[in-house]
């Protein structure tokens, strides 16, 4: 059974960092993508942050690019989040995901995403 397994989030002040972290267990169909989504109150779902296992480009949103990183951690199939310098526009639940393929140039579509973590609540304070 696939998995996908979160740690991390909480609460911290605007200009502070947190790291979130994700475990895909049970995956067995080659070097999946592992991303990670977030939704705000009454705001639609929206991919942050992407990346091939075993690849070395990642793909951000135009929302945190340059202040968040998302990192594989060996081995297996995990990937961290770092970020740094957040907003109170930051807060949301962020959820990580899986998907066996991304095509399309369509990183942050979530019909590629098959499998998801249950979701961190972060939340920023000013």
């Known amino acids: 059974q696939v998995q996908v397994a979160e740690s991390g989030g909480g609460s911290v002040q605007v200009g502070g960092s947190l790291r979130l972290s994700c475990a895909l267990s049970?995956?067995?169909?080659?070097?999946?993508?592992m991303g990670w989504f977030r939704q705000a109150p009454g705001k639609e779902r929206e991919g942050i942050a992407t990346?091939?296992?075993?690849?070395?480009?990642?793909y951000y949103a135009d929302s945190v690019k340059g202040r968040f990183t998302i990192s594989q951690d060996s081995p297996g199939n995990k990937v961290s989040l770092q970020m740094n310098s957040l907003k109170p526009e930051d807060t949301a639940m962020y959820y990580c995901?899986?998907?066996?393929?991304?095509?399309?140039?369509?990183?942050?579509?979530?019909?590629?995403?098959?499998?998801w973590g249950k979701g961190l609540l972060v939340t920023i304070s000013s």
């Open positions: 049970g995956y067995g169909f080659g070097r999946p993508w």
């Open positions: 990346v091939n296992i075993g690849s070395d480009v990642p």
């Open positions: 995901a899986a998907a066996p393929f991304v095509y399309g140039g369509n990183w942050f579509s979530t019909e590629h995403y098959n499998y």
